[in-house]
């Protein structure tokens, strides 16, 4: 399955999601109910998967976690916030 088709796939099941549930619920439901959505639709998925980071010397087993990687080719990040703000933007680097 190509990035294109699991794009789509994974913006689908998170409209049904949001269709069925609606705002306002923690992340960590709105993960589980997305990774039945993913099931159903018999997408491969990790959840909660950790990435080392290395820094000089030092090495972090989890330095992050994302919170899904679909088909080994796409991450997955949540937010269940009132609004988004520049901070939430990936490309948002503070100096």
Do not use: T, W
């Not at 980071?53 to 949540?78: H, P, Q």
């Amino acid at each position: 399955m190509d990035v294109d088709n699991i794009s789509n796939a994974v913006i689908g099941a998170a409209i049904n999601l949001h269709r069925e549930l609606g705002p306002g619920l923690l992340e960590s439901a709105y993960e589980i109910c997305l990774c039945y959505e993913f099931k159903s639709k018999e997408l491969c998925f990790v959840r909660q998967q950790d990435v080392a980071i290395n820094y000089k010397e030092i090495k972090l087993d989890c330095g992050y976690r994302l919170y899904l990687v679909v088909e080994n080719k796409l991450i997955v990040e949540l937010k269940s916030v009132d609004r988004l703000i520049p901070l939430h933007d990936p490309g948002f680097y503070p100096v």
